[in-house]
């Protein structure tokens, strides 16, 4: 009698706690934007392949993998996003780079969002400046119907 009691509770608890992840899964379902890509200098560019989670999720991510195209020894690829939050104003994430063929990063909001701009630049380490840069504005109804 003990061992279904315990059979039981255990199968609940597991179909109690499969519920609310599947709605957290669906709320931060990822949607591969595509890749976003620096203007080409005189021997390459930078390459980002972007996924971002849904405008409704609490904390907007974008991810991925940055590619350093540039086969001059001091240009790296480098990127940053601009989050627009709903209630107002701006912030900026820390930015990335990468002087190797590639590396990922993840960029988080810190908050709910209305749009984020993907900025991909290639970067002059010497000067530390940035260059040949591309911006991608992604909005929520750009994405509305795209498939997951």
């Avoid at 203007?39 to 849904?54: E, F, L, N």
């Avoid at 993998?65 to 086969?71: S, W």
């Avoid at 990127?79 to 107002?88: I, N, S, V």
């Amino acid at each position: 009698m003990g061992k279904k009691h315990v059979i039981g509770a255990a199968l609940a608890f597991v179909l109690g706690a499969g519920v609310p992840a599947s709605a957290e899964a669906a709320a931060t379902a990822r949607i591969h934007w595509g890749p976003v890509k620096s203007s080409a200098g005189h021997s390459g560019h930078a390459k980002a392949d972007v996924w971002i989670t849904g405008f409704s999720a609490e904390t907007f991510t974008v991810s991925g993998t940055l590619h350093d195209r540039d086969r001059h020894r001091g240009h790296c690829a480098y990127m940053r996003a601009r989050f627009h939050y709903t209630g107002g104003g701006t912030g900026w994430s820390r930015p990335r780079s990468t002087c190797g063929a590639k590396k990922s990063f993840r960029l988080a909001s810190d908050g709910e969002i209305n749009r984020v701009d993907v900025r991909v630049c290639l970067y002059q380490t010497g000067s530390r400046k940035t260059f040949r840069c591309h911006v991608d504005a992604i909005k929520p109804e750009i994405i509305a119907n795209w498939p997951q």
